[in-house]
């Protein structure tokens, strides 16, 4: 089946560090792929997406590759922000579907 | 910028008791959507809903749950007689069209504690 898994958190780094969130994927058809951010006390946002392979998503500093080689979709940003400290989800939908498969989200604190 | 709302932001209710959860879609929206997240465990969807009835549903959403849209504006989310593990944060999204083209806009959730 379909399904999303992404690396545990919490995950805390120093203000200007580098991230890297995992995110591995199980698709039966052609996935389009995601990562959406929780702020504190707010929905969870579309941060990117990418719609087939090869493709790079990027907003706000933040990127992610869909390799469907290795069916990964793994978040990266070069220098992390305080701002940045949220919760993460890495998605996956296929297409003609409507549905979500999200992974378990990964907690990032940026500390000053 | 349109947004998603949801009330309340948080519920406590008693095992075996109604529920009721209330979201407001972004108004010229045509799809909506719940899923849930138990804690800890991956957000999961529930259902989806057009035109007034539901096109998707997952195994999750058995007899106990119920959807609806009452008036021109909210959509509900209704469990019936809760249990202990109904405890989760619930998302309502909704979308102007169907299709992975269209983006599913998200509200900030309603963290449903059944005790």
């Known amino acids: 089946g379909d399904s999303v898994t992404q690396m545990e958190g919490p995950v805390t780094l120093s203000e200007e560090a580098f991230l890297t969130i995992n995110c591995t994927y199980t698709?039966?058809?052609?996935?389009?792929l995601f990562w959406y951010v929780q702020y504190p006390g707010e929905g969870l946002q579309l941060l990117l997406k990418?719609?087939?392979?090869?493709d790079k998503g990027s907003n706000k500093g933040f990127e992610a590759t869909y390799r469907k080689e290795t069916t990964s979709f793994h978040l990266e940003k070069g220098s992390v922000q305080v701002s940045d400290s949220a919760v993460y989800f890495c998605a996956l939908r296929v297409d003609n579907f409507n549905k979500f498969y999200f992974g378990s989200g990964t907690k990032l604190n940026v500390k000053p | 910028e349109p947004e998603v709302t949801q009330t309340p932001s948080h519920q406590v209710t008693q095992m075996g008791q109604e529920v009721i959860l209330r979201c407001v879609p972004i108004?010229?929206?045509?799809?909506f959507y719940w899923y849930r997240q138990i804690l800890g465990q991956k957000v999961e969807f529930l259902v989806s809903?057009?035109?007034?009835?539901?096109?998707?549903k997952s195994e999750i959403f058995d007899d106990q749950f119920s959807v609806e849209r009452p008036d021109g504006s909210n959509f509900t989310l209704k469990i019936r007689s809760t249990k202990l593990e109904d405890s989760a944060m619930y998302f309502c999204?909704?979308?102007?069209?169907?299709?992975?083209?269209?983006?599913?806009?998200f509200g900030p959730g309603t963290r449903l504690t059944v005790t």
């Open positions: 999204a909704s979308s102007a069209s169907g299709g992975s083209s269209y983006e599913q806009y």
């Open positions: 108004s010229n929206h045509l799809y």
């Open positions: 990418a719609t087939k392979a090869d």
């Open positions: 698709a039966t058809g052609y996935p389009s």
């Open positions: 809903f057009y035109n007034n009835e539901i096109s998707e």
